[in-house]
């Protein structure tokens, strides 16, 4: 697996979006778990509330520290990954697949046009040192 | 090899609970003189059936147990303990003497004002002293400890804006601010709004703007900021503030760096709490108790909590407890007079030049370490600090070594490690604080590991990865420890409960 797969869009909070239709299920990237260390708790809000673009949706913590967790795009919440509940590792041990955050319906395709992709986004992380 | 850490005889202890034998005792009652009673009878379904699963051992087992526990621990009387952001200064030993005085230890907390003027006289001098330090106009001594201090403090802002019919909602927090700050916002209903600093690691008035408007209760500061460094525009982001109503909130956790030196009821500052185990010497914790004063300009004085000293014309002292506008009672009695007793014969046996020549060490301290350690270690803000410094683990990244490796190499050599990935500006790091106490030869100690540590990381990072090794547990496992706590001890090897 890419470390930044091509087919995700990203943020530069470190989260990502796999848009599919008016779905995005969202996560957090290889460099977020990099630099959080084992994560211990994430905290999501109940499906059916909205959530705002680069706005706080929840809280991810890891032995490290609590970080925010921003949502990349504004909608309805769709699913939340209730594995992690039990099984926070899911997003050490696979940020893209079974350690996926939540889907949201997005309300505002054009929020999409500013996440950046693959390329940009590694971009980016060069500029952080 | 540095430090002095070397070998010794290293006991573990079992749990108490799985000590002793059956139905044996350290105690040795008399035979009863009163009549058994059946609890059956007293208390019906409530009476327990079986009885407590408690210890069962002799005197000497308990004694030897909890000697043995209390030889495991690290204290400021064992060795350096520089806990960025804690103020791990010794505590002295005087002040324990005058808190066991009979006279202040055995008083009784609802003696009657006109029998214990001797301790309200000490509360009143006590806050005559610390306004005066802080340049505030009064000081509660209520608060229980520094968190507590925090929440006084804000709820006492409320409390001061709804008197003028105002409900402003927001508390802005700069992310170099105290980490406590946020709990203390929501306790209080209001919203904390986190705001970036400026690049060299201090608020600058540009980057508060945007969010100064007239929904802002208050903003918290803490000063100097928690990666060391004093907040220069302080004067001018006060005035912001104020200039929409708003007030300003003081984390005195850093006052250490301060004392004698600048007033924060001079940089504008309505509101602050101090933290008496880190500033005044009182002691850290170990479930004993703290006291968290709250510093305060006049107009907040109705909202203070109660009971506050005042002194009547005739000079006597009581505690006044019938204020209509107070923001109540957040403990019981007066607070945690003991850690008062403490603080107050801190700040005599100092006096105001000795308080000054504590500020001039600690920030001396400090920056005598960051010279020392930037040549070899990557230093966050490589300018003058105040009485902490920030260095991180970035030339360690191609060894695979991190601050969390470092810190536990750091046991090995006989210290306590630095506060870690803390402040979150700064990404590894390791804040450091040494305080005044230490000696010049305690700091080149420090130094000396740190660069050895660094050298080890290069030449054979296992060392440091699988580190520590002289301490009677090796590395623990903190994230099962987190995803999957074992709270509860549970008798006889049954599965122990989680959660």
């Not at chain 1, 990099?34 to 905290?43: K, P, S």
């Not at chain 2, 204020?323 to 006096?351: C, D, H, I, W």
Request: proline letters at 8%; aromatic letters at 6%.
């Amino acid at each position: 697996m890419a470390q930044y797969p091509g087919d995700l869009l990203y943020t530069k909070d470190h989260e990502w979006a796999r848009v599919d239709g008016d779905r995005a299920r969202i996560g957090v990237t290889a460099y977020a778990v990099e630099q959080l260390g084992d994560i211990t708790l994430v905290e999501l809000p109940p499906v059916g509330e909205d959530v705002q673009a680069q706005e706080r949706c929840g809280d991810i913590e890891s032995v490290k520290t609590v970080s925010e967790l921003f949502a990349p795009v504004s909608g309805e919440v769709l699913e939340v990954n209730q594995d992690l509940e039990d099984s926070p590792e899911l997003i050490n041990e696979a940020p893209y697949q079974t350690g996926w955050l939540m889907v949201v319906r997005v309300s505002d395709p054009d929020e999409l046009s500013s996440l950046m992709d693959a390329a940009a986004y590694e971009e980016y992380l060069g500029t952080l040192e | 090899m540095p430090g002095s850490a070397v070998s010794g005889l290293c006991f573990s202890s079992p749990l108490i609970f799985e000590l002793g034998a059956k139905e044996r005792s350290g105690a040795s009652l008399p035979a009863p003189e009163v009549p058994d009673v059946d609890p059956a009878a007293l208390f019906g379904e409530m009476a327990r059936v079986e009885p407590a699963p408690l210890p069962e051992v002799s005197e000497p087992e308990a004694v030897r147990h909890y000697v043995r526990l209390s030889q495991q621990n690290f204290a400021i009387d064992t060795g350096m303990y520089p806990l960025g952001s804690c103020t791990m200064k010794y505590n002295p030993k005087v002040n324990e003497w005058a808190a066991r005085l009979p006279g202040f230890a055995a008083l009784h907390p609802l003696a009657p004002d006109d029998a214990i003027q001797g301790a309200l006289e000490l509360m009143w001098r006590l806050e005559r002293g610390l306004a005066e330090v802080c340049g505030m106009d009064r000081v509660s001594l209520h608060p229980a400890a520094g968190a507590q201090g925090e929440l006084t403090g804000l709820m006492m802002i409320r409390a001061y804006h709804a008197a003028q019919g105002r409900h402003p909602n927001k508390v802005l927090i700069p992310d170099t601010a105290h980490g406590t700050n946020p709990a203390s916002c929501a306790l209080n209903g209001f919203k904390a709004v986190p705001f970036p600093v400026g690049e060299k690691g201090v608020v600058v008035p540009e980057q508060l703007a945007p969010f100064v408007d007239d929904d802002v209760a208050a903003i918290m500061i803490t000063n100097p900021n928690t990666v060391g460094l004093f907040e220069t525009h302080i004067a001018d982001l006060a005035a912001m503030v104020h200039d929409k109503g708003g007030l300003v909130y003081g984390d005195g956790a850093n006052l250490n760096a301060l004392m004698g030196y600048a007033r924060p009821g001079d940089l504008g500052i309505d509101v602050m709490q101090f933290n008496l185990h880190k500033t005044f010497t009182t002691p850290h914790g170990g479930g004993g108790p703290g006291c968290g004063p709250v510093g305060y300009k006049a107009m907040l004085h109705p909202f203070a909590p109660v009971p506050v000293v005042e002194r009547e014309d005739d000079g006597t002292l009581r505690l006044e407890t019938d204020r209509p506008q107070t923001v109540g009672k957040l403990r019981s009695f007066v607070g945690n007079f003991g850690m008062m007793v403490r603080a107050y014969t801190y700040l005599r046996e100092m006096g105001a030049d000795g308080l000054k020549r504590a500020t001039e060490l600690a920030v001396l301290n400090a920056n005598y370490l960051r010279v020392c350690l930037g040549e070899r270690w990557h230093v966050a803000y490589d300018r003058t600090c105040m009485h902490e410094v920030v260095i991180s683990d970035r030339h360690l990244k191609d060894a695979h070594v991190t601050t969390m490796d470092v810190a536990k190499r750091m046991m090995d050599y006989g210290f306590h490690p630095p506060t870690v990935y803390f402040p979150l500006v700064v990404k590894g790091a390791m804040l450091i604080e040494p305080t005044e106490t230490e000696t010049k030869e305690t700091l080149d100690e420090l130094v000396r590991t740190l660069e050895t540590i660094s050298e080890e990381a290069r030449t054979d990072p296992e060392l440091v990865k699988s580190a520590p090794h002289l301490t009677s547990l090796r590395r623990l496992d903190e994230t099962l420890a987190a995803r999957k706590p074992v709270l509860r001890w549970t008798p006889d090897g049954a599965a122990p409960r989680q959660g």
